[in-house]
């Protein structure tokens, strides 16, 4: 069985990662102003600059796909490691299916970050990121969501905003799947301490690429957000 989940977790990761190298922010900004999004405004391939160097419907439709790459790249994962059985073990098919989902994300992220096909120049993985935690727990996304737009609300920074969810889902990871996971016997312990390592080492992946923001945080010299109007 553990080389078959080896092999189940490298098919995973490969597909996620190539499907999470389509950087949507490129090729939006591509069809809307025949320019390269990485060599504007901040140069992320993401949302955020999207939205202040090109506009609101390529950005629309750069967070739409970003987010949807994550859930089918998430899914993906989950089907893969969906045909696991044992029947002495409570409830192993559906833990497997978690950590297929969470393979499948993280490597998604990594490829929107590191995308092959745009020269491993991409953005922060946020939206992906996003939509992993959609696919593998609501409850952590909803918690993660509700943080996100308190913070966003009073700082209207994004990347704040962002910074403080990645510290934080390690921490709503592990307070979910210990208190309503473990303690109540739906899974075993390493259910937790999985879940947790995948969503701290994340959480962490993310707040380095946004050690710019952090240091413009610092000096109080990031940007709010404000929408470039097209002519």
Known sequence: MTIDILVRGIITAVVAYLFGSISFAVIFTKMSSKKDIREMGSGNAGFTNVLRSVGVVPAVFTLLFDFLKGVIAGFVGSWLFSVFHVDHISNFN?????????????????????PIYFGFKGGKGIVTAAAMMAVTDWRVFLMIVATFLIVFFISKIISLASITCAALYGVYTFIITFFLEYKTGEFPLRFVLICSFFALFLGVFVIIKHKENIRRLIKGEEKKITAKKKN
């Open 94 to 114: 559906e833990e497997m299916m978690v950590y297929g989902g969470l393979i499948g994300g993280v490597f998604a992220i990594i490829g929107h970050m590191y």
